[in-house]
């Protein structure tokens, strides 16, 4: 990873209070909802973004990021790659400081829309696994 990523990465890390994580799952063996504990766990608000579930770890599901009421520092996207683009639309309607999409998650043309609109951008990446690689997972 070269210095400008883990720049961002740490900016990120270092000033986001507020995530909404998308495609949070209620079942405890998924990354997804794995993630969202290690963020709690670290002192942010964490705001699952799940259609058609009413909570996530005990937090109430909110259908889409629009939803979420709250400003958001940071939308987490755990969906494939051919649907981040969506959510990183939403992410940037919403007011959001940053997109963050997972390991395995790349969309280049979502990602530059986002860099045009202000927006720090990870891709491919996993803030859980970035915490523990700063020595605070």
């Known amino acids: 990873m070269g210095d400008a990523q883990r720049e961002v990465i740490d900016r990120i890390l270092d000033t986001a209070k507020v995530f909404a994580v998308v ?3 209620p079942s405890p063996g998924r990354p997804s909802h794995q993630v969202m504990g290690v963020l ?3 002192g942010y ?26 400003p ?13 683009g969506v959510h990183v639309d939403e992410a ?8 963050w999409l997972q390991l395995g998650v790349v969309d280049e043309e979502a990602a530059a829309r ?14 859980a696994i970035e ?6 997972a």
């Open 72 to 84: 958001i520092d940071v939308v987490d996207v755990f969906r494939r790659s051919d649907r981040a």
């Open 131 to 136: 915490l523990r690689r700063r020595g605070r």
């Open 23 to 25: 495609g949070a799952s």
């Open 45 to 70: 608000e964490v705001h699952p973004v799940r259609p058609g579930e009413e909570e996530v770890r005990g937090r109430t599901a909110y259908p889409s990021v629009a939803d979420v009421p709250r």
């Open 40 to 42: 709690e766990e670290h």
């Open 92 to 99: 940037i309607a919403a007011g959001a400081k940053a997109v």
């Open 114 to 127: 986002a860099l045009e609109a202000g927006l720090d951008v990870v891709m491919d990446r996993c803030p």
